[in-house]
């Protein structure tokens, strides 16, 4: 048992609102990490299971560097409930209370203010261009009723504001518009419905893992579309499946917070490694 555990990958399971997540240490260089073995700890049956696996990285600018994996093995751009919950450990391991964290999406910044920790997850991107959307595609044709608004945060996000988000058939739904071909990178796609001007209720349906119980840029990019479309106030409080998340929409950034948990720490063994 201990031989095996020395020579197997370190991991902590931790989740957002019921967000969950994998978090691989790989600042010692000791992990590389393939889409197949991303996929086989992914497995809720044969693996540990996750909606998105963060691998931490040495950066020499900051204090850390955060990639995101989905489920089925891409690449995520941004990841908010993710980056809280590594700010959570960075912050705890280091006794610090602010972080400077890299992720693809460019640097983003951690704060602890009166004990609750928020990410600054950056300006919202609006320009089709950054999105990204597809040039020449007409957003009209989208297999959905509806008007809905796009929003990158360093991933994309198409979210839809509707009467009664409870009653939205999200895994169907969701799935018919995450690979249109107005969107060249697939997306996440958002049902939202007002509960006042500062409370939204949000269902996500998340590229390349599906329906989640939480999703942070989700929430963020809800909140600014709202923002945008006149529905609410520039602070909202937004209901996702596993609990409460608040975003700040201010000058210097789109800012998240909410629950985070630490789970349990644990070795992926060999065997599972072998899988890749
Ligand atoms: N759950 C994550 C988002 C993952 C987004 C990912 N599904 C993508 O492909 O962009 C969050 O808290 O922001």
Request: glycine share 10%.
């Amino acid at each position: 048992m201990e031989s095996r555990r020395s020579s197997g990958l370190p991991f902590c399971k931790m989740h957002g609102a019921g967000n969950d997540f994998v978090i691989i240490d790989a600042r010692s260089g000791a992990a590389a990490l393939t889409p197949a073995l991303v996929r086989a700890v992914g497995d809720r049956h044969r693996g540990v299971g996750f909606d998105q696996l963060a691998e931490l990285h040495d950066h020499g600018q900051a204090d850390i560097e955060i990639r995101f994996w989905n489920a089925d093995g891409s690449r995520a751009g941004a990841c908010g409930n993710a980056t809280r919950c590594v700010a959570h450990l960075l912050m705890t391991e280091r006794g610090v209370d602010r972080l400077h964290i890299v992720t693809a999406r460019g640097d983003l910044w951690a704060e602890r203010r009166e004990g609750v920790i928020w990410v600054n997850m950056g300006a919202p991107l609006l320009d089709p261009v950054d999105i990204p959307l597809a040039p020449g595609v007409d957003p009209r044709h989208l297999p959905l009723p509806g008007d809905p608004v796009a929003v990158g945060m360093g991933n994309p996000h198409c979210v839809f504001f509707v009467t009664d988000a409870e009653a939205e058939d999200v895994a169907r739904r969701g799935a018919a518009v995450e690979n249109d071909p107005l969107f060249p990178q697939a997306t996440n796609v958002e049902f939202a419905s007002v509960i006042a001007p500062d409370h939204l209720r949000l269902r996500v349906w998340e590229r390349g893992t599906g329906i989640t119980l939480a999703c942070g840029s989700g929430a963020c990019a809800t909140a600014v579309a709202a923002h945008l479309r006149g529905l609410t106030g520039r602070q909202v409080t937004i209901r996702a499946d596993g609990g409460d998340l608040a975003v700040d929409w201010r000058a210097d950034g789109v800012w998240l917070t909410g629950p985070v948990a630490h789970v349990f720490d644990a070795v992926l063994s060999p065997e599972v490694m072998a899988l890749a």
